[in-house]
């Protein structure tokens, strides 16, 4: 498999890295923080949807431009559908655990799980040249397209 763009990873990153410390935040403020959490909030979720939305392009890169806009809004799709239900159900699952009173572990357990996976996606993400390819080959397989 070809390796994934930089964008991919990073935006993963971006989006995990500002989720988790929002959560981290709430969790030990035990309240809102408004309005950089708002900003934290729109700053995580605009990197994940770039983040897929440069997965599902990258996964189609052999075909067609429609069938990659297509790759990329179902990516999209697919990312927005996985993370609803991760939230609703980590949610769900510390609501029955936890019995106190703070509101980021009752609130934000489902945006945190979303996070950690953000984060652990982009410390996997394979990037850069594909094994053995050279600086070079590189080069001149990108300038002959």
């Known amino acids: 498999m070809a390796p994934f763009p930089l964008r991919t990873k990073y935006s993963a990153a971006i989006g995990g890295a500002a989720w988790t410390?929002?959560?981290?935040v709430i969790t030990a403020i035990d309240g809102s923080f408004d309005p950089l959490e708002s900003v934290l909030f729109d700053v995580g979720l605009l990197a994940i949807v770039v983040a897929a939305t440069s997965a599902g392009w990258h996964l189609t890169r052999t075909h067609n431009p429609v069938v990659r806009v297509a790759g990329a809004f179902g990516a999209?799709?697919?990312v927005s559908l996985i993370t609803t239900g991760l939230e609703s159900?980590?949610?769900a699952?510390?609501?029955?655990?936890?019995?106190?009173h703070n509101q980021g572990i009752s609130d934000e357990s489902g945006i945190l799980a979303i996070a950690v996976l953000a984060l652990v996606m982009a410390a996997v993400i394979p990037t850069g040249r594909p094994a053995g390819q050279t600086r070079a080959m590189a080069n001149s397989s990108s300038a002959a397209s």
């Open 21 to 24: 410390l929002k959560v981290a």
């Open 76 to 78: 999209i799709v697919a």
């Open 89 to 91: 159900g980590v949610r």
């Open 93 to 100: 699952g510390v609501g029955a655990l936890y019995s106190g």
